[in-house]
């Protein structure tokens, strides 16, 4: 029996549950930074709009790209961008595949409805660099936007979204509603419309493309539940849906794997 979530903040609270996270920021920024020097071929801050955060990175692989994977970025729609997450693409990238990396618009200058729109029209852009099938993934709210975007009220060009061929969220939030209760919608600004609009377990799918969530088994239970919600209403929308619980890492060290070719996590991206 599932107990009744009283306490929303302490639910959406990973950090604090993770020893030493304030060093993990500069963890990622320091690995990312020596990503993008380390002689891998990168165009950094495309434009996709006028707002000085509409910029995306792409990543390229050695050879002529098997097609292009987006990756998106967390931080609760209110922290950090791109530049956190270089070192990601090169799972991936080692496989063969071009990486788009965008930033965006953070709250509380920009509402969640108004991210998903940046997201679309980043992924449109990004699909005239690179041909070929386009895989989404994102982590977090990240995961929350590759889902989003996927929807029945896709922002995506009609060309575009005919690409997508894949999406995996890892530890994304599908369920925005109990955000209204917690200290981060101070931020955020949600109301009960746009809790309900820009939840994706409220939405069908676009396209019936497979669809993956995955999630660590040491998050916040209130992550695993999203996780495996989004994958059983799906499942019953014609989508062929996989939940993934990797016991073994927490919310941030679930990306590691991203960074190896041959992790589970990279296989589930590109397969």
């Known amino acids: 029996m599932l107990k009744p979530i009283h306490d929303w ?24 930074a020596a990503y993008r020097t380390s002689g891998i071929k990168i165009e950094q801050d495309i434009p996709y709009g006028d707002h000085p955060r509409e910029r995306f990175d792409l990543i390229w692989p050695d050879e002529t790209p098997k097609g292009l994977v987006i990756f998106v970025h967390g931080g609760y729609w209110m922290r950090l961008d791109k530049t956190y997450w270089s070192h990601l693409a090169e799972g991936a990238r080692a496989k063969g595949w071009a990486i788009c990396m965008p930033s965006y618009t953070l709250a509380p200058e920009a509402r969640i409805h108004e991210i998903t729109a940046q997201i679309g029209r980043a992924v449109t852009l990004a699909a005239t660099h690179v041909e070929g099938p386009i895989r989404i993934t994102g982590h977090s709210a990240g995961g929350h936007l590759a889902t989003r975007i996927m929807c029945d009220d896709s ?39 746009e809790s309900c609009s820009e939840s994706p377990v409220l939405h069908r799918p676009a396209r019936t493309v ?15 539940r999203q996780t495996q919600l989004i994958a059983q209403i799906w499942a019953g929308l014609d989508v062929k849906t996989q939940s993934t ?21 990279t296989r589930a991206l590109l397969e």
């Open 245 to 265: 619980v990797d016991a073994q890492h927490n919310h941030f060290t679930v990306l590691d794997g991203l960074c190896l070719p041959e992790s589970n996590i």
């Open 9 to 32: 903040d302490d639910a959406f609270a990973n950090m604090a549950y993770i020893p030493d996270s304030e060093s993990l920021p500069q963890i990622w920024t320091d690995n990312a």
């Open 155 to 193: 922002p995506l060009s009609e060309a575009t979204l005919a690409r997508v061929i894949s999406v995996l969220s890892i530890s994304g939030v599908h369920d925005l509603r109990p955000l209204l209760h917690t200290k981060l919608n101070e931020t955020l600004r949600l109301d009960d419309a």
């Open 210 to 224: 497979p669809y993956k969530s995955w999630v660590g088994g040491g998050e916040r239970p209130e992550f695993i």
